[in-house]
Protein backbone atom coordinates (compact mmCIF):
# COMPACT_ATOMS: atom_id res chain seq x y z
CA UNK A 1 0.00 0.00 0.00
CA UNK A 2 0.94 3.59 -0.70
CA UNK A 3 1.70 6.15 2.17
CA UNK A 4 -1.14 8.47 2.45
CA UNK A 5 -0.67 12.13 1.90
CA UNK A 6 -2.23 14.81 3.48
CA UNK A 7 -4.09 17.20 2.70
CA UNK A 8 -5.30 16.96 -0.49
CA UNK A 9 -4.25 19.80 -2.64
CA UNK A 10 -3.25 22.80 -0.93
CA UNK A 11 -2.74 26.73 -1.16
CA UNK A 12 -0.36 29.28 -0.17
CA UNK A 13 0.95 32.72 -0.34
CA UNK A 14 4.54 33.28 -0.68
CA UNK A 15 6.21 33.37 2.90
CA UNK A 16 3.23 31.61 4.37
CA UNK A 17 3.95 27.84 5.52
CA UNK A 18 2.24 24.51 5.23
CA UNK A 19 2.67 21.05 6.72
CA UNK A 20 1.99 17.69 4.73
CA UNK A 21 1.26 14.66 6.69
CA UNK A 22 2.80 11.40 5.30
CA UNK A 23 0.15 7.89 6.90
CA UNK A 24 2.41 5.01 6.45
CA UNK A 25 -0.01 2.10 6.36
CA UNK A 26 0.81 -1.12 8.91
CA UNK A 27 3.31 -0.98 12.15
CA UNK A 28 6.30 0.66 12.11
CA UNK A 29 9.53 -0.96 10.65
CA UNK A 30 12.50 -1.69 12.80
CA UNK A 31 14.11 0.48 10.07
CA UNK A 32 12.73 2.71 7.58
CA UNK A 33 13.43 5.79 5.22
CA UNK A 34 10.99 8.37 3.91
CA UNK A 35 11.10 10.94 1.65
CA UNK A 36 9.44 13.81 0.30
CA UNK A 37 9.69 13.97 -3.07
CA UNK A 38 8.25 17.16 -5.80
CA UNK A 39 7.99 17.69 -8.89
CA UNK A 40 6.65 20.49 -10.79
CA UNK A 41 4.94 21.12 -14.44
CA UNK A 42 7.75 20.92 -16.69
CA UNK A 43 10.49 19.69 -14.52
CA UNK A 44 11.51 16.50 -13.10
CA UNK A 45 10.92 14.75 -10.12
CA UNK A 46 13.42 15.88 -7.23
CA UNK A 47 13.55 14.65 -3.07
CA UNK A 48 13.37 17.05 -1.41
CA UNK A 49 13.76 15.65 1.92
CA UNK A 50 13.83 12.06 3.51
CA UNK A 51 14.60 10.58 7.12
CA UNK A 52 16.58 7.35 7.54
CA UNK A 53 14.64 6.08 10.88
CA UNK A 54 15.63 3.32 13.48
CA UNK A 55 12.82 2.00 15.86
CA UNK A 56 14.98 0.70 17.88
CA UNK A 57 17.42 3.83 18.68
CA UNK A 58 14.54 5.74 18.45
CA UNK A 59 16.34 8.46 16.30
CA UNK A 60 17.09 9.19 12.83
CA UNK A 61 19.35 10.98 10.04
CA UNK A 62 17.54 13.61 7.93
CA UNK A 63 18.82 15.03 4.67
CA UNK A 64 17.71 17.79 2.23
CA UNK A 65 18.18 19.17 -0.99
CA UNK A 66 19.99 22.76 -1.22
CA UNK A 67 16.50 24.59 -2.78
CA UNK A 68 14.42 23.50 0.99
CA UNK A 69 17.56 23.16 3.26
CA UNK A 70 16.76 25.52 6.47
CA UNK A 71 13.01 26.11 5.37
CA UNK A 72 11.56 22.90 5.24
CA UNK A 73 11.79 20.14 7.84
CA UNK A 74 11.06 16.49 7.65
CA UNK A 75 10.02 14.91 11.04
CA UNK A 76 8.82 11.47 11.96
CA UNK A 77 6.42 10.21 14.66
CA UNK A 78 6.65 6.59 15.25
CA UNK A 79 4.38 5.47 17.19
CA UNK A 80 1.76 6.84 14.71
CA UNK A 81 3.61 5.72 11.28
CA UNK A 82 3.43 9.01 10.07
CA UNK A 83 6.05 11.33 8.59
CA UNK A 84 5.62 14.84 8.03
CA UNK A 85 6.84 17.97 6.21
CA UNK A 86 6.86 21.41 7.37
CA UNK A 87 7.34 23.79 5.23
CA UNK A 88 7.84 27.52 5.99
CA UNK A 89 8.90 30.44 3.93
CA UNK A 90 7.04 29.38 1.01
CA UNK A 91 8.21 30.35 -2.15
CA UNK A 92 6.38 30.13 -5.64
CA UNK A 93 8.80 27.90 -7.07
CA UNK A 94 7.60 25.24 -4.70
CA UNK A 95 4.47 25.03 -6.80
CA UNK A 96 4.54 21.29 -7.30
CA UNK A 97 3.30 17.89 -6.96
CA UNK A 98 4.64 16.33 -3.60
CA UNK A 99 4.75 13.03 -2.89
CA UNK A 100 5.92 10.47 -0.11
CA UNK A 101 7.59 7.34 -0.62
CA UNK A 102 9.31 4.78 2.12
CA UNK A 103 10.99 1.81 2.41
CA UNK A 104 11.31 -0.66 5.29
CA UNK A 105 14.77 0.24 5.07
CA UNK A 106 18.26 2.30 5.92
CA UNK A 107 19.16 3.77 2.94
CA UNK A 108 19.39 6.92 1.02
CA UNK A 109 16.40 7.45 -1.41
CA UNK A 110 16.27 8.80 -5.09
CA UNK A 111 14.29 9.10 -7.57
CA UNK A 112 15.38 6.06 -9.22
CA UNK A 113 14.52 4.41 -5.99
CA UNK A 114 10.52 3.76 -6.95
CA UNK A 115 8.95 2.61 -10.21
CA UNK A 116 5.44 2.86 -8.95
CA UNK A 117 4.10 6.15 -7.36
CA UNK A 118 1.43 7.03 -5.13
CA UNK A 119 -1.22 10.28 -5.85
CA UNK A 120 0.74 12.43 -4.22
CA UNK A 121 -0.81 16.32 -3.29
CA UNK A 122 -0.80 19.77 -4.86
CA UNK A 123 0.76 22.87 -3.06
CA UNK A 124 0.83 25.79 -4.63
CA UNK A 125 2.23 28.90 -4.26
CA UNK A 126 1.10 32.25 -5.37
CA UNK A 127 -0.03 35.81 -4.52
Known amino acids: QMPLVLPGGVRAQPGESLRLTCVIP????????TGWFRQAPGKEREIVAQ????????????DYSDSVKDRFTISRDNAKNTVYQQMNNLKVEDTAAYYCMTLPDWLVLTVDTFRTWGPGTQVTVSS
Open 26 to 33: GPPAKTST
Open 51 to 62: IRWNTTSGGGIE
